[in-house]
């Protein structure tokens, strides 16, 4: 049994979605779970409706929910010919789902509608993907994965209940497979023991492809993308990127903590549990090799850049130029955790504390009007944290050329540089 994800990109043109039959029997050739995300960028859409159904108004938000409608109304018009009326009536019955919850009063909180209305764009895409495929010779079985993946209620970044959706898919998924080789189902959500919609977080269809291998000892999981392979840095920041043919497990969990867009943190540990390959695979060209991840190491990495923009560097000094230890430092750490904000470089001096986040939703404010009892703060603002890992000296003055550098950690393998553009003086 083999689980393949497609990702937004896979599925945001006609003409792409018309590539995944000959696609999936090229690449199968077993039982396979198909994990599906939103089209293009209907999370990001969706996500406009929400912001508008609590801020704005029910107004706006159906007006916005309108555009996301005709769009997947458009893409089965060209899509499905026979199974079109049916398809239809699926698709009504879940914009009807959510104009209800658009048309009514926001009674919970946000979190808990963000997850009830940002889930529908899985269970659009998905279900087009079902009748499209089964119309192209792929007899399928799609499933509401909110029955199967149980999690708790933190909308917005639920835990899994991993003994509850154990039990559900032996008892679903297992018996299915002896009906049909096929089975389609939803990336990113989840539901509660109350049938909520819950979702994983940001990107989550791959932690979702990676929970069914872990439960059913996947041969094999493969990420279908747009690029060649996990790369050495953006293509669109870096010319010189190259696809990494071999990554360890371990290479990608550091990858994706410095804040490379690769893979979705979660996804590999329950892959490396069960030492189940994983491919990142071109959907564009299928015979291009891609990158495999497993236990082993990749032999002769080249550097592997990240590259973080809109940076801030708040710097906690002491009040009384006291040592800042024990307590205060204490204190800080436990507002971090409190707001939910994880430092992307930290650094301790006698009596100051030097944090980089990300600068967004007013978080550095937020930081410093909450710790001012506590330190004087200062706040150094459009910063860049250049990350290299496999780091050499000829690497580090390319990417630090013109630069002021204000903060420089490194370890053997990992060198962390947050920079400022320099200004230009004439
Ligand atoms: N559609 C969701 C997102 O864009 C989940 C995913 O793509 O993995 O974040
Ligand atoms: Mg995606």
Redesign the pocket.
Known sequence: MKVFKF??ASINQIERIQQLPALIENNANSRLIIII??MGK???ALEKVVDAYYHTGNKEALLLFEKIKQYHLTQIKYLITQQWANATDALNQIFKETELILKSAPTETYDYYYDQIVSK??LLSSSIISYFLSENKIPNHLIDVRKIIKTDNQFRNAKVDWEKTTNNISEIISPLFLQTDTIITQ??IGGTGQNSATTLG?????YTAAIFANILNAESVTIWKDVNGVMSGDPKEFSDAETLSQLSYKEVIEMAYYGAQVI?PKTIKPLQNKSIPLYVKCFLDDELPGTTITNQNGKHLPPIKVIKNQQALLNFQSLDFSFVEGKPVNFLHELLASLHIKPNLSQNTAISLLICIDDADQKAELLAAESSSVFDVSIARNLQLITIRNYNQEEINKLCENKVILLEQKTQQTIQILVQEQAITQ
């Open positions: 990702g937004g995300s939103a209907i999370t990001n764009g899985e990336g990113f940001r990107e989550g269809s791959d979705h």
